[in-house]
């Protein structure tokens, strides 16, 4: 891998100790030569990651898909730093990264890709998101319906209230938590899973990697609020359905823990399984 000569730190100053570890991490780096920058604020402006090799997020998931779309804007590398609870994509610890730095710098680190959805509004403005699109009825007025097509293929229409549409890396977030499938991050797709549909028959779908698909009203109920990466980018005074949603040609590129295990993740954090199960075999 090429040397970094530029790093961005992005800090949730929420988070306790969060601007220590920057101005801990950020002197270790300007030792070494390389530039640096701290960003107290997200998310990013677009262009906020211009000319950078690397982005170094403080604080937990939600830090960083704040970068998400600058990083995706300057091709630059995002690594994660974990001071909060879950850490599926943040997931160095401060003192591993402290350690680490110096030899990141010098270009030994390893990159892994991870697939994005795209959105494309009625405007034809497009939008981002690593985790989830989702489509939620949040004003108290009952459920929705959405009319969903794949390939220009009906699937369904959903009366439900709302509907996800995940990534991989995002199978384990909102997707997991509505009863949908967890979906290994090496697998380039995208899964649909309805929230509490007003019917047994509405199951998750998985689509494959090259399917465009439509999400309409259907002929009755509110129109949804819909969030990327749990952030509203649309207006919510105008329609903004039909949505076309697909995989971007870009994916994120994310810097990881050499020791990480997504699974090993999903079993720590989450629980998954019964602790004499989740004991390793001898």
Known sequence: MNPLQSIAFVVNSSKLGAGDVSRYLAGIADCEGVRTQCFDAYPLATDALKGFDLCITIGGDGTLLGVLNAALQAK??????????????????????????????????????????????????????????????????GLVRLRVSADENYVSEYHCDGLIFSTPTGSTAYNLSAGGPIVDPKVSAIAMTPICPHTFGNRSVIFS???????ERGQTGPSPRITLDGYNHFDETSDSLPLEIHLARQRLRLMQNPDHSHFAIVRDKLNWGAPAIREPLI
Do not use: M, W
């Not at 030899?103 to 497009?126: D, H, M, W």
């Not at 990697?209 to 999400?215: E, G, K, Q, S």
């Open 76 to 141: 630059c590398a995002v690594l994660g730093v974990n001071l909060g609870k879950l850490g599926f994509l943040a997931t160095f610890s401060q003192s591993e990264v402290a350690h680490a730095l110096p030899a990141f710098i010098k270009g030994e680190y390893q990159i892994v890709q991870r697939s994005v959805l795209c959105g494309t509004n009625p405007k034809g403005e497009t939008f981002h998101a690593l985790n989830d699109i989702v489509f939620k009825e949040t004003q108290g007025s």
């Open 209 to 215: 990697d090259d399917t465009r698909i439509l999400i």
